[in-house]
């Protein structure tokens, strides 16, 4: 069944005819405004009324700048008065603001805009009675210009982020190129590209033949295309070290010591490696310098301590027979002589026993590195007994002069070396301290790391300016008149300290006696083997 045919309407009078266009003509989505030869407005349609918010039977009659009082309309109103007299059509677009007639845009874009964006079209009409006249189509071209605006923000955007990526570039190829490092980057088939000068200059065709075969093996997927495994002085590290250094030659016959890193990213479904070789020749320089001078200061030390050795073990016998003989003329020429005589070997009997006293202690300096025990585990309590047994036996202070404070730890050294640092500490707190009333108190403290053992004394304290002096060889604060010592004893409790890893230091005011802490660490550096003679 086919559809029929809509009836044909036929329009035989002018009246219907003129009422048929008025209609089209008022219900168009356009403006539509005809202007008669003395430039008045004789047809106003609806979008025109909705739009301008001016009813037809206000504009019909004016001219149209008499419409619009407060807009100049310039450009249109030269468009219409060429197409009236010479009948030459024109178009007025959006660009043209002085052509725009003051129209309301729509609710969706009154927010940006704040009258409609138009395209005017002016074109010539003739009558059938000859009169001439000119037509205004007026086109709402808003949502146009919105999206050509949002285009011209989109391409500006566009060309920024493209300047940008360049400048980017420029400045990532301009860093790459001037790194003082080699950078390159290998995919998981095994080609290697260089990223900068240094690479090409490294492994390019002017480079090492064999450098990219190392980096090659030292890529995680090499087990896929296995390289030629390289010679064993080509790698100066071993690969399990986590810190590879591998050999590379330049063609000016220079070996150059390189640090290997190896990272990874994923691009195009694939793994790729980003490689960089840093030249160590300088650091490897330093290391060997330093290695050198260790050496050196090794074998000075050695030598230094077997000649503080030999020298003050050689002294002993003419020292020995020196202080023989003064002593013997002391006993057979005593009241024989006059007094000053008498005085004067009294004199040589002291110096020669002063000096017997120094050379004992620095006998004992120099065998506190060379004559060392194992470390084991020595308790401090039973380390203290003995040293309170020692100074009753000598005689050296009342009972109870020394004060243990608390629980005194286990601690891992040398005991017949921690023996001899506790009682020099403690035998010093009771020399400087009132014979009858000298109290030497020991404590200790713990921390993460190490143990704080404290040997306190109520003696006469020691000037500030003092305290880091007073570990030095020799470092005497007062006459060997006022009291007995060589001046070494702290010097021996330092270097003894210096081999187990820890510190000593002390606090003390004038007359308020002294606090000596030795620090101990809990867990041991590696201890070289002591040397024997």
């Not at 003129?18 to 430039?39: E, F, K, M």
């Not at 017949?416 to 640092?421: D, E, K, R, T, V």
Request: charged share 25%; aromatic share 6%; proline share 6%.
């Amino acid at each position: 069944m086919t559809n029929p045919t809509p009836p044909i309407v036929d329009i035989k009078d002018a009246a219907e005819a003129a009422d048929l266009y008025r209609n089209l003509l008022d219900t168009a989505d356009v403006g539509l405004v005809v202007i008669g030869s003395d430039h008045a407005i004789c047809h106003w349609n609806q979008w025109m009324q909705s739009r301008s918010g001016i009813p037809a039977d206000q504009a019909i009659g004016n001219r149209l700048s008499a419409v619009f009082t407060e807009t100049r309309l310039g450009r249109l109103c030269q468009a219409i008065k060429d197409c009236l007299e010479f009948g030459m059509p024109a178009v007025i677009s959006p660009s043209l603001n002085q052509g725009a007639l003051p129209l309301r845009p729509l609710p969706q874009f009154a927010a940006t805009f704040d009258r409609m964006e138009q395209s005017i079209r002016v074109h010539p009409i003739t009558t059938s009675r000859g009169e001439k006249l000119c037509s205004l189509t007026v086109r709402d071209v808003t949502l146009a210009v919105q999206r050509d605006r949002l285009l011209r923000q989109q391409a500006a955007e566009l060309a920024e982020l493209v300047t940008q990526t360049r400048r980017s570039e420029d400045r990532t190829r301009a860093i790459l190129q001037n790194t003082i490092d080699a950078i390159l980057v290998a995919s998981d088939d095994g080609n290697i590209e260089p990223l900068n000068a240094r690479a090409q200059e490294l492994c390019g065709p002017e480079g090492d033949p064999e450098l990219s075969n190392i980096i090659r093996f030292l890529l995680p997927d090499s087990e896929h295309t296995p390289p030629q495994r390289p010679t064993a002085d080509r790698l100066l590290t071993d690969l399990g070290t986590g810190v590879i250094e591998v050999l590379a030659f330049t063609p000016n016959g220079r070996n150059v010591p390189l640090e290997v890193a190896i990272s990874h990213f994923s691009a195009d479904g694939r793994y790729h490696y980003i490689i960089t070789l840093r030249d160590i020749s300088q650091r490897k320089r330093h290391e060997m310098e330093i290695q050198r001078t260790m050496a050196e200061l090794e074998r000075s030390n050695s030598e230094l301590e077997q000649f503080a050795y030999a020298a003050s073990h050689d002294l002993q016998e003419p020292l020995r027979m020196v202080s023989s003989y003064t002593q013997l003329i002391a006993r057979r020429y005593k009241d024989q002589l006059d007094e000053t005589a008498d005085e004067f070997i009294h004199y040589a009997v002291d110096g020669t026993q002063r000096m017997q006293r120094m050379i004992d202690d620095l006998l004992t300096l120099s065998r506190v590195g060379r004559h060392g025990k194992p470390f084991n585990a020595v308790p401090l309590d039973s380390l203290f007994d003995a040293i309170a047994a020692n100074f009753r036996r000598a005689g050296l202070g009342p009972a109870g002069n020394i004060v243990r404070d608390g629980f005194l730890p286990t601690v891992t050294g040398d005991a017949s070396q921690l023996l001899l640092l506790f009682q020099n500490l403690v035998s010093n707190g009771l020399k400087y301290s009132d014979p009858d009333k000298g109290e030497v108190r020991i404590y200790a403290t713990e921390t993460d790391e190490s143990w704080k053992v404290f040997v306190a004394d109520n003696g006469i304290g020691i000037e500030p300016q003092y305290h880091a002096t007073i570990f030095e060889i020799f470092k005497r604060l007062h006459g060997y008149g006022e009291y007995a010592g060589t001046g070494i004893g702290l010097a021996i409790c330092k270097k003894i300290v210096d081999r187990h890893g820890g510190t000593i230091s002390v606090e003390s005011e004038p007359g308020k006696g002294s606090t000596f802490c030795v620090e101990l660490p809990k867990e041991l550096p590696i201890v070289s083997p002591p040397e024997s003679m």
